[in-house]
Nanobody, 122 residues
Framework: QVQLVESGGGLVRAGGSLRLSCAAS????????MGWYRQAPGKQREMVAR???????NYADSVKGRFTITRDIAKNTAYLQMNSLKPEDTAVYYC????????????????WGQGTQVTVSS
């Protein structure tokens, strides 16, 4: 089973930036897709960005042009650079690892890490 540890969240003003990190441990992480997801209060968890083992990426329309996902294969770590943050980006951000299609937006994973809180003030 993959272990996931997210970090880097915090409180930032609208227009600011944050960089999230996700350290994953377990078998086959380096050959899997890594993704970032978020859940705002009272809302369903949603896909934010995904990155494949060869560097291909997929983003939710709401974050395109503002967020960038990258990964360090050797460290089994994924990053989410978030720029031009908006109050509607406020949520708990989670990461996960899977072997689904890169364009999948499913969030029905068996387990999640503890997440990291991102709060954007107006």
């Amino acid at each position: 089973q993959v272990q996931l540890v997210e970090s880097g969240g915090g409180l930032v003003r609208a227009g600011g930036s944050l960089r999230l990190s996700c350290a994953a441990s377990g078998r086959f992480v380096s050959s899997s897709v890594m993704g970032w997801y978020r859940q705002a209060p009272g809302k369903q968890r949603e896909m934010v960005a995904r990155i494949g083992s060869l560097g291909g990426t997929n983003y939710a329309d709401s974050v395109k042009g503002r967020f960038t996902i990258t990964r360090d294969i050797a460290k089994n770590t994924a990053y989410l650079q978030m720029n031009s943050l908006k109050p509607e980006d406020t949520a708990v951000y989670y990461c996960n690892v899977d072997r689904r299609r890169l364009d999948s937006s499913l969030t029905d994973f068996d387990s999640w890490g503890q997440g990291t809180q991102v709060t954007v003030s107006s």
